[in-house]
């Protein structure tokens, strides 16, 4: 087919000369000169180069950025916590305590001019369950040098059941007062016990000495509680047997001491306490 084409474009080309048999003749015996839509189709496209695109090509269309979803949240934004997520329990109550309130002074015994006077109280959470110092003579004669009241830290537990028991142990020492005597002592009341009141003799000085404890009881009242003081335990005496005897001196009803009220020199001029109401704060 392609050899035809070459042929007849040949024959166009060489009108007026005398070609072979192979050109077609007209009717004049020159050759028919072809019309101008069969040249067209005669002569070919020319190939594109290997590898060249089409010039009308289309360009692909460039590849669009992803779009973030509309309702994405911030980067830095802390995630959302589950909508069926518990809220945090409340913190649990502290437990309660035990506070010694006030400071009712009982009756003061002794010499209550002599020396210098002193208030000793116990710090907060604690209240007095006994008493150290030194006697001038371990005889009848003796009376009390050296004087210092010691202090016990009260603490509440549970005891089972909705109810709290009472637990001592022992707290800060006061200070001794006084400058007399050889003859040491101590008095400390039973285990889980608060001293409430005393008993004695004295004169010019403070000669003998017996201290009374109680314990502690707590229980329901309502929304509340109610601290009771329980039955007495008196400790040994202790001092000699001079001076004249005092009536029993005791806190007032439902009341501890927590306050030593002495009066003091060279030895012990006066003795008395200081009470306060148990509290559950």
Known sequence: MRHAKYLVLLCFIGSGATFDAGCATGSEGQPAAPDAAARDAAIPDAPAPDGAAAPDAAAPDAAAPDAAPPDAPPRDAAPAPPPDAAPPPDAAPPPPVLRFVGNTPTTQYG????????????????ALIGFTGFLTSATATGHHGRFGAQCGAVALVDAGGGALAVRITTGTALPVRGLQGTVGWTRTCPADQ???????????????????????????????WRVTVGATTDLPAIGGSGGQPFAQTDCPAGQVASVARLRAGDGLDAFGLGCATPTVQ
């Open 111 to 126: 010499n209550t001019t002599g020396g210098t006077g002193f208030d000793d109280a116990c710090p907060t959470g604690e």
């Open 194 to 224: 608060i001293l409430t009141g005393f008993v004695g003799r004295a004169g010019a000085l403070i000669d003998q000495l017996t201290f009374r404890c109680a314990s502690l009881s707590v229980a329901r009242d309502g929304a509340g």
